[in-house]
């Protein structure tokens, strides 16, 4: 390798055709030793008749650039001929007006998975202080607007219900339809081998409406009205129109939570019901064409397996799971970041978070509806 120092500036004006790892750390210590005796302002590198072919000759630039940012120095080429050159030093974070701007080649290690738990459980003690602050002002803003209840829009209820409960009801319809095709057809080709296609009425009814209807049109609420509830904050917090409302003294809770909470915890139990007897029509259709039910025997079985506690249970999840879906989508939204990448990550993170918040109350609900039913004598 040829340089030599003109006033400010190092000029390399020749490079080897051909560099050993040996001989590239023999020019990167020699480059560094020319530097600290005189400190040049600019590196200048003569890259005449150097193409992309040499992969040593490309590891010597990034190292030189390293060394211009280690030494405050501008970093520059002469000579610079090959387009595919010039494209792949772009890329690599050389250009004209900055010099020389790092980029990370390698990948990070993976950290002590003791230093993840930990870092998990703050984030999940953070989420959780968050959580419960948020629900504080939910309850502030409820008791005031049961104080004062025609400061509560009706309007924005009745268009949050209707786009989060009306133009749900199709997808609601043909996923819990399918849902009991599925089931029923599982039941048969199992109780079939012993002779017990009369209990897939009781497995279909019971299923569907105690556990699976429930769920999945909470799981398709949460996809549908949780998501677009934290998309709708997180833009508004972008644009500061929630900044906005705190500053004139108006409660975002009240004015932006609350009508969504009420508006999907109105129409969530129609969209059970409405997913419950889809389920059923579903469990039907395959049941009597492919068993020796009759349609009458069938629903029949069907009435005579649900009780009016089922029913209860299945509305009373609804209920549940709305307010969870309505809360969590809307604190995932005030928590956004103030751009367009904080706005997906906090509709995404409204989904994973009402998902494992409805499995959670899902559970609570199973195991403690029956107990209850038993303290009124009721045989669950």
């Known amino acids: 390798m040829i340089f030599k120092t003109v006033q400010d500036r190092l000029e390399i004006d020749e490079l080897p055709e051909a560099h050993g790892l040996s001989q590239l750390q023999a020019d990167y210590e020699e480059l560094i030793k020319a530097l600290n005796a005189s400190p040049a302002k600019e590196i200048s590198i003569n890259l005449k008749g150097k193409d992309s072919s ?5 590891s010597f630039l990034i190292s030189c ?3 211009s940012v280690t030494h405050s ?4 080429f002469r000579n610079l001929e090959d387009q595919s050159l010039r494209e792949i030093l772009k890329k690599l974070g050389f250009n004209r007006e900055d010099g020389y701007t790092p980029k990370q080649f390698r990948e990070v290690k993976p950290q002590s998975i003791y230093l993840s738990l930990g870092e998990a459980a703050i984030k999940f003690a953070d989420d959780v202080k968050k959580i419960t602050g948020f629900a504080g002002e939910l309850l502030l803003s409820l008791c005031y607007l049961i104080r004062h209840p025609r400061k509560l829009d009706l309007k924005e209820v009745l268009f949050y219900m209707d786009k989060s409960g009306a133009n749900a009801v199709p997808i609601v319809v043909m996923v819990c339809f399918l849902m009991g095709l599925i089931l029923a057809f599982q039941g048969i080709m199992q109780m079939g081998r012993f002779g017990l296609e009369i209990f897939v009425a009781d497995l279909v009814a019971l299923a569907i409406v105690r556990e699976l209807g429930p769920l999945m049109v909470a799981i398709i609420c949460i996809g ?4 677009a509830y934290a998309a709708e904050l997180g833009t508004m917090k972008v644009s500061e129109e929630i900044d906005a409302m705190s500053t004139m003294g108006l409660k975002p809770e009240r004015f932006l939570v609350w009508p969504k909470i009420l508006a999907l915890f109105g129409a969530m139990p129609f969209l ?3 997913g419950n007897i889809s389920g059923i029509i579903g469990g039907v259709i395959i049941g009597v064409s492919m068993s020796d039910l009759s349609l009458t025997e069938y629903c029949n079985r069907t009435i005579a397996s649900l009780i009016p506690a089922n029913i209860v ?9 709305a307010v969870i879906i309505a809360a969590v989508g809307c604190f995932r939204g005030f928590e956004s970041d103030r751009d367009a990448k904080g706005v997906g990550n906090a509709t995404t993170s409204s989904v994973v978070t009402g998902i494992f918040l409805v499995i959670l109350a899902d559970f609570f609900v199973t195991f403690t509806f029956p107990q209850i039913m038993a303290l009124f004598g009721v045989d669950y």
Do not use: D
């Not at 040499?54 to 490309?58: N, R, V």
């Not at 249970?313 to 799971?321: G, I, N, Q, T």
């Open 54 to 58: 040499s992969y040593g000759i490309l």
């Open 65 to 67: 650039g390293e060394l």
């Open 73 to 76: 120095a501008k970093i520059s």
């Open 224 to 227: 549908r009205a949780g998501s």
């Open 272 to 274: 059970v019901i409405i």
């Open 313 to 321: 249970e299945s509305l009373l999840k609804s209920l549940v799971f």
